[in-house]
């Protein structure tokens, strides 16, 4: 891949291929080089520090591969490393190379969904527990109201093709009841974990008629289209063949199973040995 200069996108597991997915869609033009640390997965209830340290170790590969410019697709990753990253570590790796996140985009937009001015965030309890989400909407739109709610078995369900078999209504009902008992003012729900767009059939079933329900991948697709035609210099350093290449810390075969459900077509992914 050094021959390429590629969009590099991180997820600790599958997840991030939602996100890949819509971003493939926008600019298919470019190269894009996936890495799913699955067996380091799940991020989500890991430290601040660990979570930032497997992080950095993985955006590092990426850089090696010739990547410009990373994306972590992982809701945990950008919450509790992407401002360190940015700040400590990217001024002396190379201050021209970028990494970016996909809170930033959704929380500068999601209050134009919002006809009551309450949100609701339905995440995992690393991104929950962060905080930076009320954080970031927090300067956008500071007369926003936001009600965060963990989901800490939705991941699992995902993850073991369950997301779509009865055994999961529970699990989504519980949630989102738990949510608007909290405020029933609240009109738009944010899918603030890339696993959960596989579950949004049954959000839009248990949740009250007429609620907007916004998944990250579209959002940030328009935010790196936009980003790279403010950005020329970077756009231009990106390879652009169409190529799309998956790696995976773990098992091939259990990667490639499941990332064809969250990436929509067939993946054939490489081994890659990570270790802190």
């Not at 909407?137 to 109201?145: D, E, G, H, V, W």
């Not at 800490?152 to 009902?173: H, T």
């Amino acid at each position: 891949m050094t021959k390429t200069k590629p969009i590099g996108v991180f997820d600790s597991g599958y997840g991030g291929l939602t996100v890949l997915k819509e971003i493939v869609k926008t600019l298919p033009e470019y190269d894009y080089l996936y890495l799913g640390d699955n067996a380091r997965a799940p991020y989500g209830p890991r430290s601040f520090d660990t979570v930032y340290q497997y992080t950095l170790q993985c955006v590092k590969w990426f850089f090696d591969q010739g990547c410009e410019l990373v994306i972590l697709a992982c809701n945990t990753a950008s919450a509790k490393a992407l401002r360190t990253i940015q700040q400590n570590d990217l001024p002396g790796i190379d201050p021209k190379k970028r990494v970016l996140g996909v809170i930033r985009p959704t929380t500068e937009v999601i209050g134009e969904y919002s006809k009551t001015g309450s949100v609701g965030v339905l995440g995992t309890t690393g991104t929950v527990l962060s905080e930076s989400y009320p954080i970031e909407i927090a300067k956008f739109y500071p007369s926003l109201k936001v009600y965060q709610e963990a989901c800490p078995m939705w991941v699992p369900l995902v993850e073991n093709n369950e997301y779509n078999k009865p055994g999961a209504d529970y699990f989504i009902r519980q949630h989102l009841q738990q949510l608007f008992n909290r405020s029933a003012d609240i009109d738009t729900l944010l899918l603030a974990c890339t696993h959960y767009p596989l579950l949004m059939d049954k959000i839009k079933t248990f949740a009250p008629a007429g609620t907007s329900i916004l998944s990250q991948g579209e959002i940030v697709a328009r935010s790196l289209k936009d980003y790279l035609e403010r950005h020329p210099v970077i756009a231009n350093q990106i390879s652009k063949q169409g190529q799309r290449r998956f790696y995976t810390t773990d098992s091939v075969t259990d990667f490639d199973n499941h990332a064809s459900i969250f990436f929509g077509e067939a993946v054939s992914s490489e081994h890659v040995e990570l270790s802190v």
